[in-house]
């Protein structure tokens, strides 16, 4: 096995990490946001519907970045599959558990027709 390889894994284990950390990060923004927004609402001054399309589309962006991690979770395990069949090295590759990555699991039990 060469270096390169080896040096190729371990940017690809660091940048895939990074690509998670950021999904996780989106994720919690959107959650900090939600809070702000309903906790604006309930100002008395504030109509009760008032912001209501505003959260709905603040939900439909927490299911993409839902939906995106679990896809970057799927890029993951596709890579850690490839670390181990090369044997790039013991360190390298990271177990995933099936339902983990599975579409069901992301999709919340509804395959995609195009799987």
């Given amino acids: 096995m060469s270096d390169r390889m080896t040096n190729d894994a371990h940017n690809l284990k660091k940048l895939i990490r990074e690509a998670e950390a950021l999904a996780d990060e989106s994720m919690i923004a959107f959650s900090r946001l939600k ?14 519907a008032d912001g209501q399309r505003a959260l709905m589309r603040l939900n439909q962006a927490e299911a993409q970045a839902l939906a995106m991690s679990g896809s970057l979770l799927r890029v993951h395990d596709e890579l850690s599959k ?27 039990g509804m395959v995609p027709a195009d799987s």
């Fill in 35 to 48: 809070q702000a927004m309903l906790q604006a609402r309930q100002n008395p001054e504030v109509e009760v």
């Fill in 82 to 108: 490839i670390a181990r069949e090369k044997m790039i090295d013991d360190n390298v590759p990271t177990e995933i558990p099936a339902e983990a990555v599975s579409e069901a699991h992301v999709t919340g």
